[in-house]
């Protein structure tokens, strides 16, 4: 299938799960389980969301990785989605902010195109490397800012990261100080959706899940990000930086 088809098969199935996620009444968001040591949540909203958007997607004849679905998470990325039906749960639990239905198509374990959709304020983002990223129809593309202490850099703590390792959490903290302004939103789908309109320059985070944030790295990209950090699709978990290409100079010596 071609792959403008796919992206449109992709538009289409996020927007109907993100309006579904938003006609949800407070009674439909509870909490079903606790992982992570109960740092992370599981909604009846997660599992109706990965419901409804893996089988939008089944015409497409391609293979689901969904945060969702564990019997998922050793599909083969030669040719693959990868969903996060919706990031930020517990934001979407709580009413704190934004959260993500999120879709990616990947190949051999790359993301090449995105597309989420903004639970909280219905915004889409469509993109990848050879796509040119789009909010809502707009264009957009990352900041043009070059030095770090101008630089606003978005991350988070996420459920896997080991507060218990001093040294994790000083290089963490190290990182973060070299910047002018740190902000946590909770997604990190959102987070790298502001990298890619600009309004953010960098974002860092450690322990976190290639479904996390697979599609808005392609949106990212899209919009002249660079990834700074290796990264393969799996189940993994992953350390990773985007930043605008202008920052990248700058960058070099925190992530080498």
Same mark, same amino acid.
């Given at each position: 299938?071609? /792959? !403008?088809?796919?992206?449109?098969?992709?538009? !289409?199935?996020?927007?109907?799960?993100?309006?579904?996620?938003q006609?949800?009444?407070?009674?439909?968001?509870?909490v079903?389980?606790?992982e992570?040591?109960g740092?992370?949540?599981?909604? &009846?909203?997660?599992?109706?969301?990965? #419901?409804?958007?893996?089988?939008?997607?089944?015409?497409?004849?391609?293979?689901?990785?969904?945060?969702?679905?564990?019997?998922?998470?050793? +599909?083969?990325?030669? #040719?693959?989605w990868?969903?996060?039906?919706?990031?930020?749960?517990? &934001?979407?639990?709580?009413?704190?902010?934004?959260?993500?239905?999120?879709?990616?198509?990947?190949?051999?374990?790359?993301?090449?195109?995105?597309?989420?959709?903004?639970?909280?304020?219905?915004?889409?983002?469509?993109?990848?490397?050879?796509?040119?990223?789009?909010? &809502?129809?707009?264009?957009?593309?990352c900041?043009?800012?070059?030095?770090?202490?101008?630089?606003?850099?978005?991350?988070?703590?996420?459920?896997?990261?080991?507060?218990s390792?001093?040294?994790a !959490?000083? #290089?963490?903290?190290?990182?973060?100080?070299?910047?002018?302004?740190?902000?946590?939103?909770?997604?990190?789908?959102?987070?790298?959706?502001?990298?890619?309109?600009?309004?953010a320059d960098?974002?860092?985070?450690?322990?976190?899940?290639?479904?996390?944030?697979?599609?808005?790295?392609? +949106?990212?990209?899209?919009?002249?990000?660079?990834?700074? !950090?290796?990264?393969v699709?799996?189940? /993994?978990?992953?350390?990773?930086?985007?930043?605008?290409e202008?920052?990248?100079?700058?960058?070099? #010596?925190?992530?080498?």
């Open positions: 299938m071609a /792959e !403008t088809e796919l992206l449109q098969i992709a538009q !289409t199935a996020v927007r109907s799960t993100g309006e579904l996620l006609s949800l009444s407070a009674s439909q968001r509870l079903e389980s606790k992570q040591g740092r992370e949540f599981k909604l &009846n909203a997660d599992r109706r969301a990965h #419901e409804h958007l893996a089988a939008l997607l089944q015409p497409s004849g391609l293979p689901v990785l969904s945060e969702e679905d564990t019997s998922s998470h050793l +599909v083969d990325l030669a #040719e693959a990868v969903i996060d039906p919706l990031d930020g749960s517990f &934001n979407f639990l709580r009413g704190l902010g934004h959260c993500m239905v999120s879709c990616a198509y990947v190949v051999r374990g790359q993301p090449r195109l995105g597309v989420l959709f903004d639970v909280l304020t219905g915004d889409v983002y469509v993109g990848g490397r050879e796509v040119p990223s789009t909010k &809502n129809g707009e264009l957009i593309r900041s043009t800012t070059s030095a770090l202490m101008s630089a606003v850099v978005c991350t988070g703590f996420p459920a896997r990261f080991d507060f390792s001093s040294t !959490t000083s #290089e963490y903290l190290a990182f973060m100080s070299r910047f002018g302004k740190v902000r946590m939103f909770g997604s990190a789908a959102y987070s790298l959706c502001l990298v890619a309109t600009g309004a960098v974002y860092m985070e450690r322990s976190i899940m290639f479904w996390d944030v697979a599609a808005a790295i392609a +949106v990212a990209e899209g919009a002249g990000a660079k990834l700074l !950090t290796p990264v699709g799996g189940s /993994e978990p992953l350390s990773l930086v985007v930043a605008a202008s920052l990248q100079t700058a960058l070099h #010596e925190l992530v080498a």
